[in-house]
């Protein structure tokens, strides 16, 4: 299952590339993201990091761990984050961060994923959008407790989504 959303939203690139790549303090923000353990970081160089990250997340029917690489470069303003263990055969997504000349940051998110169980593939896919939609809600709610109201509020571009 494939999804891709863009928005635009009235915050710096750095400021909404340095909230995503932040992943210890989802469990703080991302309100099925219950706990998180990051190990084996590395700096790769040129503003580019890795980090492999455990989150465990619970829904009201299922509880789960999985773990990812997060690679984090900062001259692109790009997050890549790939599948290492957990309940998918397949899980990749991006973040990108474009800054418009406004001012304000056009922010694509890209998800690609399939479950193991085609049970659990059933359950979620139903609700997928919605899931993907709350998530980056979380995000956009994040920025303005860290930085405030921004810009100003988003225009009519932000809340573009589609799934692919």
């Known amino acids: 299952m494939k999804h891709h959303v863009t928005k635009r939203l009235p915050y710096a690139p750095d400021q ?3 909230l995503v790549g932040d992943v210890m303090a989802y469990p703080e923000f991302v309100p099925w993201i219950t706990a998180m353990r990051i190990w084996n970081a590395r700096d790769l160089g040129e503003g580019v990091e890795t980090v492999d990250a455990e989150a465990g ?8 761990r999985f773990s990812t690489r997060v690679r984090r470069d900062a001259a692109s303003r ?3 984050v790939t599948l290492l263990s957990g309940p998918f055969k397949r899980l990749a997504n991006r973040w990108r961060f474009f800054e418009d000349a406004d001012g304000q ?16 593939e059933a359950l979620l896919s139903a609700n997928f959008a919605h899931a993907v939609d709350r998530l980056m809600t979380c995000f956009e709610d994040r920025a303005t407790v860290l930085y405030g109201a921004g810009l100003g509020a988003p225009d009519g571009v932000a809340g573009i989504s589609r799934s692919v």
């Open 16 to 18: 909404l590339f340095s």
């Open 57 to 64: 997340v619970g829904f009201s029917f299922l509880k789960e």
């Open 78 to 80: 790009q997050i890549d």
């Open 105 to 120: 940051t056009r922010v694509e998110f890209d998800i690609d994923f399939q479950f193991k169980s085609r049970l659990l």
